[in-house]
């Protein structure tokens, strides 16, 4: 059985998120619905991690591994839940991958840039692979969410992120970064599409923006790190 997390665990990891898109959907303009957003994502049940699947897919355009390899690879996930996801995330997108004739480059295999926003706090940019469109090296982040649950704002806040930590690098000078969303179609428990977002076709925060987002998010982890806390001890107290 996994082990739960401790209350450092749990806090530490809102100061380290797991991934640019989980800190992203944590933020909003106002700090109390930001420090709610943080306070739900740290007590909730653990959620299911779908990296394994990114990485298989990462192999797919850069490795150039078969379709039917990856398949085999998604087989061999654990987890039955993610195991399901991870095929329906590869029905849609790889015929899309083949179609759009992406193929990744290796030397940008497993890039991550982690970037501090203040108070200890880092967020980690992570492209799932990078490709080579028209002479322009473009970063491509998959988010394989079964729906787009970001608001405007936060879409915002995603491709400002990725523009300035990625795009303003010296090798991506001139380029622009994909956002690779695949949610299930309406009203289906497994059929997905492809749904592509441009960065610098994208509406961005500007510096003050961006700047006030920082400051609202450790403003809302002061404030919703003593919730946490109390809400962890109550239930141990409970459990015990």
Not at 158 to 165: F, G, H, K, N, S
Not at 183 to 191: C, D, E, G
């Amino acid at each position: 059985m996994k082990k739960s997390k401790t209350a450092q665990e749990r806090v530490e990891e809102m100061r380290r998120p797991p991934s640019l898109a989980n800190w992203v959907r944590l933020n909003d303009r106002r700090r109390d619905e930001t420090t709610l957003r943080i306070t739900r994502f740290a007590l909730a049940k653990p959620r299911h991690a779908l990296a394994q699947i990114y990485r298989l897919v990462a192999d797919y355009v850069t490795l150039g591994v078969s379709a039917a390899t990856t398949r085999s690879g998604i087989n061999l996930i654990l987890d039955p839940l993610v195991r399901k996801l991870g095929h329906e995330i590869a029905t849609a997108l790889l015929p899309w991958l083949d179609k759009n004739g992406i193929k990744g480059l290796r030397a940008f295999d497993g890039m991550i840039e982690r970037y501090p926003i203040g108070r200890n706090i880092t967020i980690p940019v992570r492209p799932t692979f990078v490709y080579n469109r028209e002479g322009k090296l473009t970063p491509v982040f998959i988010i394989g969410w079964s729906s787009v649950s970001l608001s405007d704002f936060q879409k915002r806040l995603l491709a400002t992120m990725i523009q300035r930590v990625i795009l303003t690098q010296e090798d991506f000078e001139g380029s622009d970064a994909l956002i690779l969303f695949v949610p299930r179609l309406r009203f289906s428990k497994s059929v997905r599409e492809v749904r592509e977002v441009w960065v610098n076709k994208t509406w961005l925060l500007t510096d003050d923006e961006l700047r006030r987002q920082f400051d609202c998010y450790g403003n809302a982890l002061d404030d919703a790190v003593p919730i946490i806390l109390r809400e962890l001890a109550a239930r141990k107290g409970v459990a015990e």
